[in-house]
T-cell receptor
Framework: AQTVTQSQPEMSVQEAETVTLSCTYD???????LFWYKQPPSRQMILVIR????KQQNATENRFSVNFQKAAKSFSLKISDSQLGDAAMYFC???????????????WGLGTSLAVNP | KAGVTQTPRYLIKTRGQQVTLSCSPI?????VSWYQQTPGQGLQFLFE???????NKGNFPGRFSGRQFSNSRSEMNVSTLELGDSALYLC?????????????FGEGSWLTVV
């Protein structure tokens, strides 16, 4: 079974600085999707970035980028020029590329709470 | 385009009661999934529905059930509530639930069992 681990329960960063959140995962599959979701106090999960495992190029969305190391099964999120609005829980999630039965779900890490200090 | 809508947003129930939560997916989305979020267990998958059929079910007792209607709206029901059922219940929708879909979440329903 696949697992996702986020080893940093809490992180903090100064406004305008850069912070990296860590995520490791375990799977025997060769193709899959990885996600970073943000959960602000409103509790709505918001997709930050998505990475397809078959793509070697790291995904980027504006100030958010990932460092995807497939062999190491590592998927870290870098937030550049941090803003106060970035303060939230960040979750790393895994989705099998397969669509049969028990594969049809996201598997989540426990999250990292990010504080942004002014 | 309206997002995923969950009702009610907050509710308090007593042990032994039952509760029904509702989710309206984004227009055109036919796959609806439910997740339970608790501080201790994190996010756990409950079930997924597509075209009124349950396609996948997580490791939850039979007290947790769901259904989907012809308009893709979904409900989940928890019977004989226990204190441990207190959680945020998140609904997610996508076009057809396949792996390449973008998944959108609602704001959740906060259930407190006393």
């Amino acid at each position: 079974a696949q697992t996702v681990t986020q080893s940093q329960p809490e992180m903090s960063v100064q406004e305008a600085e850069t912070v990296t959140l860590s995520c490791t995962y375990d799977t025997s599959e060769s193709d899959y999707y990885l996600f970073w979701y943000k959960q602000p106090p409103s509790r709505q999960m918001i997709l930050v970035i998505r990475q397809e495992a078959y793509k070697q190029q790291n995904a980027t969305e504006n100030r958010f980028s990932v460092n995807f190391q497939k062999a190491a099964k590592s998927f870290s999120l870098k937030i550049s020029d941090s803003q106060l609005g970035d303060a939230a829980m960040y979750f790393c999630a895994y989705r099998s590329i397969l669509n049969a039965g028990n594969n049809r779900k996201l598997i989540w890490g426990l999250g990292t709470s990010l504080a942004v200090n002014p | 385009k309206a997002g995923v809508t969950q009702t009610p947003r907050y509710l308090i129930k007593t042990r032994g009661q039952q509760v029904t939560l509702s989710c309206s997916p984004i227009s055109g989305h036919r796959s609806v999934s439910w997740y339970q979020q608790t501080p201790g267990q994190g996010l756990q998958f409950l079930f997924e529905y597509f075209s009124e059929t349950q396609r996948n079910k997580g490791n939850f007792p039979g007290r947790f059930s769901g259904r989907q209607f012809s308009n893709s709206r979904s409900e989940m029901n928890v019977s004989t509530l226990e204190l441990g059922d207190s959680a945020l219940y998140l609904c997610a929708s996508s076009l057809d639930g396949t792996s390449g879909n973008t998944i959108y979440f609602g704001e959740g329903s906060w259930l407190t069992v006393v």
